[in-house]
């Protein structure tokens, strides 16, 4: 990030452009861009409060699987909570990365870019934090809160009272099209896709069955694998070699 500041500035106005209100009071101290990358099922070990993901480029499936109730107690391989998918070519989504998730098997070539907060964050110099303020970053404070926007997983018990510190009733995820983002029009809130398969004991959440039950397809099929993929994950990249990518996404 040091070497191309560039880079780093692109994509963070990328975002913070296209923040939507219920997400305005999101913040970031990392960036991961992933290149035909199809993920494994796994836990992101060291995470503060909720991630960004999209994916761009010309590529059909490599939808996101979550499964928003995971504590990280679970067996990854017989997980017993709900799994939601989301299309990250037509949205931008916030999820919790230390919940279990994967990508699906996907065809043609696809960039994923994450946006999120490291576990120690507050450990940062104040050297490092300013720099990246100037690279119009929204670094989080010391002390800052991780459950202001999404709530913490709950479980094989699935969501009852879901709150924030301030009592506030909170998602487990959210997500927003993309067009509507670009087009600076007010971007609804999307459904994510409910997975239903032998190991789903939980309910989607209340606030969002309705408008699941009218816009959300089910699947009658437990969750597939993905392939065994090898990660090409570049934090920064030579400006000529992103010119196609960096020009369509920017505003």
């Known amino acids: 990030s040091k070497r191309y500041p560039e880079f780093v500035q692109l994509l963070s106005k990328w975002l913070v452009d296209r923040l939507p209100p219920e997400a305005k009071s999101f913040k970031f101290t990392s960036l991961n861009v992933n290149k035909d990358y199809a993920a ?106 991780p459950y202001t926007i999404l709530r913490a997983p709950q479980g094989k018990r699935g969501p009852s009272t879901p709150s924030s510190s301030s009592g506030k009733t909170l998602p487990a995820s959210l997500s927003w099209s993309k067009a509507k983002l670009n087009s600076g029009q007010p971007a609804k809130l999307q459904p994510a896709t409910i997975v239903v398969s032998k190991t789903a004991a939980a309910k989607p959440e209340k606030s969002q069955e309705a408008d699941v039950k009218k816009s959300a397809k089910v699947a009658k099929t437990a969750p597939k694998k993905t392939t065994d993929k090898k990660p090409v994950i570049k934090t920064a990249m030579k400006q000529e070699a992103f010119g196609k990518f960096a020009a369509k996404t920017k505003s």
Not at 67 to 77: C, I, M, S, V
């Open 40 to 145: 494994r099922i796994h836990r992101d070990g060291n995470n503060f409060g909720p991630s960004m993901i999209s994916a761009f480029g010309r590529f059909s499936g490599g939808e996101l699987c979550y499964y928003p109730e995971d504590a990280g107690k679970d067996d990854l391989n017989n997980l017993k909570v709900q799994q939601v998918k989301f299309d990250l070519s037509k949205n931008l989504a916030m999820f919790n990365g230390n919940s279990a998730h994967s990508v699906d098997d996907f065809e043609g070539n696809r960039f994923s870019v994450v946006w999120f907060t490291l576990g120690c964050h507050a450990k940062m110099k104040d050297e490092d934090r300013k720099t990246m303020a100037s690279w119009g970053m929204p670094v989080p404070s010391p002390d800052e809160d």
